[in-house]
């Protein structure tokens, strides 16, 4: 599997950017895609994410009411519409991907950035 994000740039705060990212290869096997970040200087923490079958979301505490991940099952693509952008978001944003059973996120995209300025 693999996993190609784009929608990142540069924005001021209170503004608004939508990420996208597109899976390929064996998707058949993906059970959830989501959006993990990374802040310079701090560890990778999880965004938000949303079951491909059922559709059930799940957001970080810091994301809730601003972030909005949606998915479109036939173009094998997931969305983070984000609004109300903070300089705290600025991070490098990565795609991410669960097989069916697995634990952990097994697949990663390259990431993509977005700066939010004050």
């Known amino acids: 599997v693999q996993l190609q994000a784009s929608g990142g740039g540069l924005v001021q705060a209170g503004g608004s950017l939508s990420l996208s990212c597109v899976a390929s290869?064996?998707?058949?096997?993906?059970?959830?895609m989501g959006w993990f970040c990374q802040a310079p200087g701090k560890e990778r923490e999880f965004v938000a994410a949303?079951?491909?079958?059922?559709?059930?979301?799940y957001y970080a505490d810091f994301v809730k009411g601003r972030f909005t991940i949606t998915r479109d099952n036939a173009k094998n693509t997931v969305y983070l519409q984000m609004n109300s952008l903070k300089p705290d978001d600025t991070a490098v944003y990565y795609c991410?991907?669960?097989?069916?059973?697995?634990?952990?996120?097994?697949?990663w995209g390259q990431g993509t950035q977005v700066t939010v300025s004050s």
């Open positions: 949303v079951s491909l079958n059922s559709g059930n979301t």
């Open positions: 290869g064996r998707t058949g096997r993906i059970w959830s």
């Open positions: 991410v991907a669960r097989s069916a059973g697995s634990g952990e996120y097994d697949y």
